[in-house]
């Protein structure tokens, strides 16, 4: 059994191996070496998939069969018909769906979705998204206008949740023949309208893995919880430093515990009073604890991207950050005890794990 940490980074990407203790790791990389990797993926069919963009050539999609050794280009190019107006600027992720094997969806800069039905062969836009009436309300965050994070409801095989910066959170229960905005109680602290209809800025969100209708958000304004898959959010960063930050992570086999990385603000994209403060709450949000050990508590002003935490689905649970500074540090006891496992990599913009 070989445990993968997957590693997208300003200057490549990596893959990581180590065995089940993940006391020792060695570094195969960097990938596409010299472009921007926002996110490297294993589709759980054995098949890792590399999204990147070269600044000479536009977007990049690679897939691997045999762990990372070797690449290749992905057989289906992600791009937009002739006449639709758009243009793939980047891809941000690629998400295999669980519920039908073969289905991918890809999430791109602007603000689009695409699907394929075999394995990335060929790639078709999701185009009810795109065209969604709200659009004109729609703008770039910091990092663009994309969709990042989606999340799938085993219970309901029909619907599709994502995560859209800076425009919110749309739900389908159709398979994405339409779409709903569903961020009822979300702060806009930043526009006219505090609670609008759309125009929040999700950071990050994941599903309660076994509890479907609970998924969880780090928002530009605050940490949210939904307790019915999204149709109303409660606010938990209460006992939380900042309302603000990006990444967030879920213990794949404990979904009540999650974690995240406040940050000062907008305006000031560091951890707060120079200390590198990883917050874990065990019960859903309900309260947060402040994690320490091994973590720098001085001179340390770090940021950590929306995409650069990730949890493993060990029995003793492996916690993974990365930062723009390119250390790397890890728990495998749930984030009890931390060290550095990687220093001196590119800019990280995203961690994944796989057990294989």
Known sequence: MKTLLLIGTRKGGFVAESDGSRRTWTLNGPLLKGCEVNHVAHLGDGRLVLAGKSSWWGPALQVSDDEG????DAPGAIKFDEGRGHAVDRIWFVKADPRKPGRLYAGVDPGALFVSDDRGGAWREVQALTDHPTRAKWFPGGGGLMVHSMVFDPTRPSRLTVGVSAAGVFRSDDEGASWAPSNKGILADFLPDKFPEVGQCVHHMEMHPQHPEVIYQQNHCGVY??????????????GLPSRFGFPFAVLPRRGDTIF???????????TPAGRFGIYRSNNRGRSWELLTNGLPQSDAYLNVMRMAMTADSHESPGVY???????????????DRWETIFNWLPPIYSLETAIV
Not at 225 to 238: A, C, E, K, L
Not at 260 to 267: D, F, K
Not at 321 to 335: E, F, H, K, R
Request: charge should be negative; avoid cysteine.
């Open 69 to 72: 050794r070797t690449w290749t």
């Open 225 to 238: 919880r939904s307790d019915n898959g999204g149709d109303s959010w409660t606010d938990i960063s209460d």
């Open 260 to 270: 995240v990385v406040p940050e000062e603000g907008s305006a000031a994209r560091m």
């Open 321 to 335: 950050v990365g930062t723009q500074g390119g250390q790397i540090l890890a728990s495998v006891d749930g984030g």
